[in-house]
């Protein structure tokens, strides 16, 4: 007798271990096949995982159900991609079904019955029966017009209009009978449709090329290296990366260049050669947003060996490039976070661009971060991770400065152009020489000088909206969102208050709800009200806004960018989208209207965002032959990060940064995992949290920490006690070795999991997490 061990597709906690069932005589397994298998009084989705002939003891005399049937062995999970979804799971803490999910999108779908004629429209008895009963062969028809000749049973109930009842009556007399089949969330596509809506045509992105230059320095017009002879330092970091790729083990490699260095060309340099060795390679950026115009640069040399991924394409069209990359016709992947996944053959290096953006963290379980995943990656086909940066993050500079992982670094920008000079303006100053803008006198100036010289600049602003708050300067009432107990931010454009987590939306009052005063303002700068500011300040200029509420869709952030990149607007208001690998040869001005909204979140990450956010900011302006400059207005200009930045000195600001994160045992001194319990009612998300403390705190008296070096923060609310209607508290875990510190957690996970405070809490586990709030 076969037997298969199973994983099932339930993202339930309870659920989350290894199914034993028998393998019919009919049915030939392998690892990786999806099939469907009862599991209760239901059937479900569940992945092979192997098969065996030996039953371990604790199963052994237990009667085993049989696999029912096999969803599709035309596209198995590739045995490395299996064993990366195990890991995943236990790294992120979350259920094995939610991690193979992020891991093989194919798996989306469900299992459900449907029916199934016994007979055919030709058969003698169906003919007779249209004459005799003309109603029931209306209704048993449905099936012949199907495509498939059946349907799921809920749509045939609906489009014959039979009930439960008469459906029984006709398998019992052998009219119909009923088939669990797997029903796939991902539409139908085709190859074509791929292409169309995931590449723009050859001809409109050579133009783009031609227009945009290479965001680090190069022109994108010049694609190939004999077109193009590298710097010493560009040609120094290939030697470096292409000399680990050459060892065949995996590594870990840095690449530290300054902002205009030329990393891209360092990627498209070291991704040729190993395509050319008959390596494939993934390369990783920070947005969906920039994925087009980095395709464009390596287009035109690799061809359709080039696909792009990301979650905003189609499911059925995602499915498709899916296949595409599984038969082998694809060499290099671009995309977004998800795009760590790509099932390369032969895979041999993976890129992240900009490795310090948040962006690389997945939000949503498995709450995986692209970095550790694409390292899993590299370790299981010994290839090379390389993570480029201006600003790397503090861990990825740590780990390079103490040998663990290797390290390039670029000092100077592409052509020896000079990183941009920085004026730092003190708006305390400013506010006594009684300027009430929210733009110095220095700002304004250069400003003006730039639209006289129609040379362009860039204002940016970490906040997006009209007002932060709106609020009564009489009782002190502030404008709250009902369901997440956080300011509601005002917008011009619609004039309504909207909250930035759930999207709830209200008109602004007149008059304060709280006390009828008529003193009620909006407060704050938002992007919006900038650029209010700025059309009147200069009425002549010609401004354009990009963040997330002018660019919804993909669309409008292209059609912003082209027009501000064809020169035809002045000025481009902003948020830290700007900050991301955008090139504007004729921006010669960076301003930075309030950095102090960057260094005072409460997170111990703050200061080393502001920095990194600063400095990329920066580095848009003077890129091309014209010098640029850049402004940044503060209130606090003797803040070392804010000083720092100015002086584009990152090693001084990591070794400040890392002797504070020492001192208070941060990452990467220690390991943190945020528990975060949600529910609607604020008492039971109370209990529960104080219920998981107690079973951590008893994991710890029973020493299940074998390097007892473990510290329990909390339970306390979160940052943001309350979001999207629902209470939030949480527990923090630390810990200076991370794999005895998340089995530990995961014990105590597991038997919280049992107790009854944990009905109907939602749980949300981060290792490492980015954010605090």
């Known amino acids: 007798m076969q037997y298969a061990e199973i994983l099932v597709d339930v993202a339930n906690r309870r659920l989350d271990q290894i199914f034993h069932y028998q393998v019919p005589p009919s049915l030939s397994l392998q690892a990786g096949m999806r099939v469907i298998v009862p599991l209760g009084h239901r059937q479900v989705q569940g992945i092979v995982l192997r098969t065996t002939e030996v039953l371990p003891e604790e199963v052994k005399g237990c009667v085993l159900k049989q696999v029912l049937g096999v969803v599709d062995d035309a596209f198995a999970i590739p045995e490395d991609l299996l064993k990366l979804a195990l890991w995943m799971a236990e790294r992120t803490i979350c259920p094995i079904a939610q991690s193979l999910h992020a891991v093989w999108p194919l798996m989306k779908g469900k299992v459900e019955d449907w029916v199934v004629p016994l007979v055919s429209k030709e058969d003698e008895d169906v003919k007779t029966l249209k004459f005799l009963d003309p109603e029931f062969y209306k209704g048993f028809s ?220 997945q939000d949503e379980n498995p709450k995986y971060h692209a970095r550790d995943v694409a390292r899993k990656r590299m370790e299981q086909h010994q290839g090379v991770v390389v993570l480029g940066s201006a600003t790397p993050s503090l861990e990825a500079y740590a780990a390079a400065q103490t040998g663990q992982i290797g390290f390039a670094k670029m000092e100077h920008r592409v052509a020896d152009r000079p990183l941009p000079p920085v004026e730092i303006v003190d708006m305390r100053e400013e506010l006594i020489k009684g300027n009430r803008s929210m733009f110095s006198v220095a700002l304004q100036s250069k400003l003006r000088l730039r639209l006289e010289k129609r040379e362009q600049s860039i204002i940016f602003l970490n906040r997006r909206g009209y007002s932060t708050f709106v609020n009564c300067r009489e009782c002190g009432y502030v404008a709250r969102c009902p369901d997440c107990d956080v300011a509601l931010t005002y917008h011009s454009q619609g004039q309504v208050m909207r909250c930035h987590y759930c999207n709830h939306e209200e008109a602004p009052p007149h008059n304060c709800p709280e006390c009828g005063s008529r003193y009620i303002r909006f407060f704050g700068q938002g992007t919006q009200r900038v650029e209010e500011e700025l059309r009147g300040l200069f009425p002549q200029a010609r401004i354009l806004r990009l963040d997330w509420d002018t660019t919804r869709n993909q669309e409008n952030y292209e059609r912003i960018l082209t027009a501000f990149r064809k020169q035809d607007a002045d000025i481009l208001v902003g948020t830290q989208m700007l900050a991301k690998g955008l090139d504007f040869p004729n921006v010669t001005l960076v301003g930075v209207v309030a950095a102090d909204q960057l260094l005072n979140m409460p997170d111990f990450r703050a200061k080393e965002r502001a920095f990194q956010l600063l400095t990329q900011v920066a580095g848009r302006t003077g890129r091309s032959n014209k010098p640029g400059e850049v402004i940044i207005q503060t209130y606090s200009p003797q803040n070392r990060a804010i000083v720092l930045a100015s002086q584009h000195d990152y090693p001084h600001f990591f070794w400040d940064e890392i002797k504070y994160r020492k001192e208070r045992r941060y990452p990467p001194f220690t390991h943190i995992i945020r528990v ?98």
């Open 142 to 361: 449905v099936l012949f017009r199907s495509r498939q000749k059946a349907l799921p049973l809920q749509v045939f109930l609906k489009r014959s209009g039979f009930n439960q009842g008469k459906l029984e009556e006709l398998v019992k007399q052998g009219w119909l009978r009923l088939e669990s089949r797997f029903t796939s969330g991902i539409p139908a596509g085709s190859a074509k449709q791929f292409h169309e809506e995931t590449r723009l045509h050859e001809n409109e992105g050579i133009e783009s090329t031609q227009r945009d230059g290479d965001r680090d320095g190069n022109d994108r017009s010049t694609q190939r290296a004999e077109h193009w002879k590298l710097t010493s330092e560009q040609a120094q970091a290939c030697q470096r990366i292409e000399k680990a790729l050459a060892e065949k083990v995996y590594q870990t490699i840095l690449l530290h260049g300054v902002t205009g260095s030329g990393k891209t060309e360092v990627y498209r340099e070291v991704i040729a050669k190993m395509i050319a060795q008959g390596g494939t390679a993934i390369l990783l950026v920070p947005e969906i947003s920039l994925t087009s115009q980095v395709e464009h640069y390596f287009q035109k040399q690799f061809g359709k060996q080039v696909i792009v991924l990301h979650s905003g394409l189609k499911s059925g069209v995602k499915a498709n490039a899916w296949q595409e990359i599984i038969k082998g016709q694809i060499k290099l992947v671009i995309g977004a976070r998800s795009a760590v996944f790509a099932p390369l053959p032969n895979l041999r290096l993976i890129i992240l661009d900009e490795e310090h953006e948040g962006a690389y963290r």
């Open 676 to 773: 975060v319990l949600l529910h609607e009612k604020e008492q039971t998300v109370i209990r529960a949290a104080h219920s998981l403390t107690e079973y951590l705190r008893l994991g710890i008296l029973n020493n299940e920490n074998e390097n007892n070096d473990l510290v329990i923060l909390g339970p306390a609310p979160a940052v943001l006690s309350r979001l999207k209607n629902k209470f939030r508290w949480q527990v923090l875990v630390k810990g200076k070795h991370l794999e005895p510190l998340s089995a530990f957690l995961h014990q105590g996970v597991q038997k919280y999991a049992q107790d009854s405070s944990s009905q109907g809490v939602q749980l949300s586990i981060e290792v490492d997490p980015l954010y605090m709030g």
